[in-house]
């Protein structure tokens, strides 16, 4: 079973970039499909953006051009880098990690990192 941590949340103007980060540990990194997913005040949770093991991706498109997905396999880590933020980013972004697909439902997810975007 994974365990994930995420970090790097902030308020920031709009306009401005963050990178959120996700530590994963107990399990077999390479093994996982990973994703960020957030919830904005008042709304229902949405992904943002999923990861295979192997690097292929798939953007909401909302997000389409700003923000990046990566991983690091060596260190167990997700990365979203943020860019252009737009006060309607703010949210509380969730790292969530399945095995195999990176569709389908996510079983294992961190704790979340608040990100506020003002105007």
């Known amino acids: 079973q994974v365990h994930l941590v995420e970090s790097g949340g902030g308020l920031v103007q709009a306009g401005a970039s963050l990178k959120l980060s996700c530590a994963a540990s107990?399990?077999?990194?390479?093994?996982?499909?990973m994703a960020w997913f957030r919830q904005a005040p008042g709304k229902e949770r949405e992904v943002v953006v999923r990861?295979?093991?192997?690097?292929?991706?798939v953007y909401a498109d909302s997000v389409k051009g700003r923000f990046t997905i990566s991983r690091d396999h060596g260190k167990n880590m997700v990365y979203l880098q943020m860019n252009v933020l737009k006060p309607e980013d703010t949210a509380v972004y969730y790292c969530?990690?399945?095995?195999?697909?990176?569709?389908?439902?996510?079983?294992?997810w961190g704790q979340g990192t608040e990100v506020t975007v003002s105007s």
């Open positions: 969530a990690a399945k095995l195999g697909s990176m569709y389908g439902e996510y079983p294992y």
């Open positions: 107990g399990g077999t990194f390479s093994s996982y499909s």
């Open positions: 990861i295979s093991w192997s690097g292929s991706t």
